[in-house]
């Protein structure tokens, strides 16, 4: 019986898991069978081996399917990836399970983009050995062939520059990821929304700003007139919303992510220890909800509602005094607490009927009946 649940857990995690086409080159990497499905721990020792200190930039391209690979051009007839199909020692794994992930559990990882013309937001730093993330950051107008070829044209010019260098990968971004969320752009002319911008150091978009007291059910409207930016050092920017009393807040930069620290309203501290996104994209949450910071004698009465805030630090990442906001960074991940909670659930509805099932078909009827004209039947013990 244990063996059918096995299978059944076997199957239920197959179909939780992302497969997702890998390209790969730069490297003599080790072949599998075209119809065969790399596990993730396999595929991270794979890549493992063959990176060691070398540093790896993976493109990752949103819906990417092997369908993909077979796509072409209805003018020229010649294939979307023209480009890449000439490179040397290259490798192709059809199905590969979670390989984002996998790549992220074998060393340390950043996040860069490059634009439609070629440019990346950030320089590679080939002397950290490190696992770069790069993602496409361009118009979605275009049809999907000439999206791919422009994809192809620029992943080949990067490469060429970096040749010996670096090793190289092609996959799908993950449906959880950043780059597969909605773009989010802001207006200062937006009239339902309050935008402030600090030069290249801060660009900040709400709706609604409140502090809510629980206490005496009262709530308190916060409407800033300027937003002062002071940068205390190079990882660090004190942030004054003007208002009576004014809002205070820090941003910091840590491993590549900016954070929202010390958040502080008439002299009452809130808790903002989940407002990160990293350098390259903008923090966003609909309806963000901080805490007040209290003991555990006497806890807070206090929270700090912000509405469709939208935020974001490039520490240096842009020089641009008036850049747009980055691709979104949701507050809320793709797997909520709900869904979780359900996905369990009917795994075990599931187990417990498969497990019936198995039962009712061990059930056998009696293969024996007693003649009562004839002998009765004598069962012995041993039988």
Known sequence: MMKYVAALLCLLSLALAEQAPVFLWGVNSEAKPAL???????????????KKDNTLIVFLENGLTTKDFSCTNELTSKSCYAHLQEVPEKNFYSSVEDPVDALKSIGEYEYNSVDSTGKLSNNFDLND?????????????????????SHDSIITSISKQLNGKAIFMYTTA????????KRERRDATDSNGVVFQSGADLLLYYTSLTV??????????????????TKTNATALSVTLTSTPSLTFDVTLSGGYFFMTNVKWDNILFRSNDVYAPTDFSYYCG???????????????????????QFQAPFGSTTDEKFVFGDAWHCVGFFTGGILSGLLIVALLLTITFVGVCWMMDINTMDRF???????????ASE
């Open 174 to 181: 993950p449906q959880t990821s950043p780059v597969a969320l």
């Open 287 to 309: 309806n963000l909800t901080l805490n007040g910071k209290g003991t555990a004698e006497e806890p807070s009465t206090y929270s700090l509602h912000w509405n469709s805030l």
């Open 129 to 149: 050995g490190k696992i770069v993330f790069v993602t496409f950051d361009d118009s979605s107008d275009s049809s999907r062939a000439a999206c791919l070829e």
């Open 370 to 380: 007693d003649d009562p004209k004839g002998k009765t039947i004598t069962i012995n």
């Open 36 to 50: 065969t499905t790399v596990p993730k721990s396999e595929f991270a020792d794979i890549i493992s081996s063959q």
């Open 212 to 229: 809510v007291n629980s206490k005496d059910q009262s709530t308190t409207t916060l409407t800033p007139t300027s937003m002062t930016v």
